[in-house]
């Protein structure tokens, strides 16, 4: 039996037996881990708030096996606000999808976790448009995993865009006519436009964007699109 102590974001929770829960818990120090936390659905139990979707907090851990429970949870912030409102929570809930796909067991992320953090919290105390939010993390991922999607010059030679650009779903960057290849889809201006300022826009300072709704929807498609073809998964955006 060891213990050990993480920070982490509650990303999942399962019903198990009785009175337990499963949590899946994001952490900065080793990626996804699984623990169980005893007795949580009781209405008295100690740790029920570390059973909430979203928690942030420094978790104690004990490892019986390959298993972990948890002894301890010193909430940091439990993100409570993003239950409250139906729009915040699905948008939340997006953030934690795409997480969920990239994060894991064993692999820490220091990059990835902080922008989930950055990301819950534009959504749930900022004020942010949650479709804006998403976007911006996506791109973020895509950055911090080495897939940079070229949103400044053309993906291939490298020129500074002028006249049409295309999106090349196969080499996942944005390219100028020349250079697009097979599959390419046409972006217009201002859907390219959505994709650079929440680029370039501090996750705190998204709520002072107004976006065209229609550009940011088909951007967020096209991102979304590109997501699932690097990770060859669905993800459940709900919006
Ligand atoms: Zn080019």
């Not at 623990?35 to 740790?47: D, E, M």
């Amino acid at each position: 039996m060891s213990e050990i102590r993480v920070n982490g974001i509650v990303i999942g929770a399962k019903d198990f037996k009785e009175a337990d829960k499963i949590i899946t818990i994001y952490t900065l120090e080793r990626g996804i881990v699984y623990a169980k936390l005893a007795g949580v659905k009781k209405p008295n139990a100690k740790l029920k708030a570390a059973k909430e979707l979203f928690c942030f907090a420094q978790f104690d851990l004990v490892s019986k096996g390959d298993f972990f429970s948890v002894t301890g949870a010193n909430i940091i912030e439990s993100f409570f606000c993003l239950s409250q409102d139906l729009e915040k929570f699905y948008g939340a809930c997006n953030i934690l999808e795409v997480l969920k796909v990239v994060g894991r067991e064993n692999e820490n992320n220091q990059i990835l976790f902080l922008e989930t953090l950055k990301a819950l919290d534009s959504i749930g105390f900022k004020g942010s448009d949650p479709k804006l939010v998403l976007i911006k993390f996506l791109i973020k991922i895509f950055e911090a995993l080495g897939y940079d999607l070229s949103l400044n010059r053309c993906g291939k030679c490298s020129m500074p865009f002028s006249g049409k650009r295309f999106f090349s779903p196969a080499d996942g960057v944005v390219t100028c006519l020349a250079c697009k290849g097979a599959g390419a889809v046409e972006i217009s201006p201002q859907v390219h436009s959505v994709m650079r300022l929440c680029q370039i826009t501090d996750f705190d300072k998204l709520s002072s964007l107004k976006l065209p709704a229609q550009a940011a929807e088909e951007a967020l498609s096209i991102l979304t699109k590109n997501f699932e073809d690097k990770f060859d998964r669905k993800i459940n955006i709900t919006h």
